[in-house]
C-alpha cells in the first residue's frame, strides 16, 4: 500500500520561493507507469492542478503556473519535490502530493489518480 | 483556459438517487478525457472513487457509478447514505494538462 507525505514550511514571506517535498512509501516512485503530481487547494476553495513529474524526469504543467513552478525527482530517496517561485498571498493553500498512472489494459487506456497525500497547509504572509 | 463546470450543489434525501455532472467549456467531454471523480469531506484530502469514466477502485462503494451523460461526464450515486454527504469534484485530463471541476456541493437530508 504506497504511501505519499507531503513535508516543508508551513509559512513563506511574500516574494519569497515555496519548496515541498513528498516522500514516497511502500513503493518505488520508478515504477514504471506512474506519474506524481501536485495538487492545491486554497483555504474553503476547490481544487487546482499544478504539474507532474514522470520518474524519468518529464514533467508537465499547468500553463497558469508554468512560469512559475518546477517539480523534480529524486529517485535515490523516493521523493518528489514541488518549488514555486514568486509566492503571493494568492498561493496560500494546502498542497496535496498525489499519484496517478496511465495504462493499456484489455484493449483500453486508462488514467487513474488513485493515491492522495494528506496535506499540508502553506500559508504566504509576513 | 478551459473550464470545466460542476452544479454548485444538491441536496438529496437518504435512500434516494442523485447525479452529479462535469461539463467541459471546449465542448461534449468523451471518454478521451478520462474523467475522474473524488469526494472530500471537510478536513480530509480527496478520496479517489471513479477513474477513466466507469471504472471503480477496489474501495468505491457499489453505489457509486459514472457514466457519460448528455456530452458530459456524471457521477450517479444510487441509494444515497447519510455518510455521502460531502464535496465532490471531477477531474479532466486535456492533452496532458487537468483540470479539475468547480466542484458540487451533495447535502443529504
Known amino acids: 500500500q504506497v504511501q505519499l507525505q507531503e513535508s516543508g514550511p508551513g509559512l513563506v514571506k511574500p516574494s519569497q520561493t515555496l519548496s515541498l517535498t513528498c516522500g514516497v512509501s511502500g513503493g518505488s516512485i520508478s515504477s514504471g507507469g506512474y506519474y506524481w503530481s501536485w495538487v492545491r487547494q486554497p483555504p474553503g476553495k476547490g481544487l487546482e492542478w499544478i504539474g507532474y513529474i514522470y520518474y524519468g524526469g518529464n514533467t508537465f504543467y499547468n500553463p497558469s503556473l508554468k512560469s512559475r513552478v518546477i517539480i523534480s525527482v529524486d529517485t535515490s530517496k523516493n521523493q518528489f519535490s514541488l518549488k514555486m517561485k514568486s509566492v503571493t498571498a494568492a498561493d496560500t493553500a494546502v498542497y496535496y502530493c498525489?499519484?496517478?498512472?496511465?495504462?493499456?489494459?484489455?484493449?483500453?487506456?486508462?488514467?487513474?489518480?488513485?493515491?492522495w497525500g494528506q496535506g499540508t497547509l502553506v500559508t504566504v504572509s509576513s | 483556459q478551459t473550464v470545466v463546470t460542476q452544479e454548485p450543489s444538491l441536496t438529496v434525501s437518504p435512500g434516494e438517487t442523485v447525479t452529479l455532472t462535469c461539463a467541459s467549456s471546449?465542448?461534449?467531454?468523451?471518454?478521451?478525457?478520462?474523467p475522474n471523480w473524488f469526494q472530500q469531506k471537510p478536513g480530509q484530502p480527496p478520496r479517489a472513487l471513479i477513474h477513466?469514466?466507469?471504472q471503480k477502485h477496489s474501495w468505491t462503494p457499489a453505489r457509486f457509478s459514472g457514466s457519460l451523460l448528455g456530452g458530459k461526464a456524471a457521477l450517479t450515486l444510487s441509494g444515497v447514505q447519510p455518510e455521502d454527504e460531502a464535496e465532490y469534484y471531477c477531474?479532466?485530463?486535456?492533452?496532458?494538462?487537468?483540470?479539475f471541476g468547480t466542484g458540487t456541493k451533495v447535502t443529504v437530508l
Open positions: 477531474l479532466l485530463h486535456y492533452a496532458g494538462a487537468y483540470v
Open positions: 477513466s469514466t466507469t
Open positions: 498525489v499519484r496517478h498512472r496511465y495504462y493499456y489494459e484489455n484493449n483500453d487506456h486508462y488514467n487513474s489518480f488513485d493515491t
Open positions: 471546449s465542448g461534449a467531454v468523451t471518454s478521451g478525457y478520462y
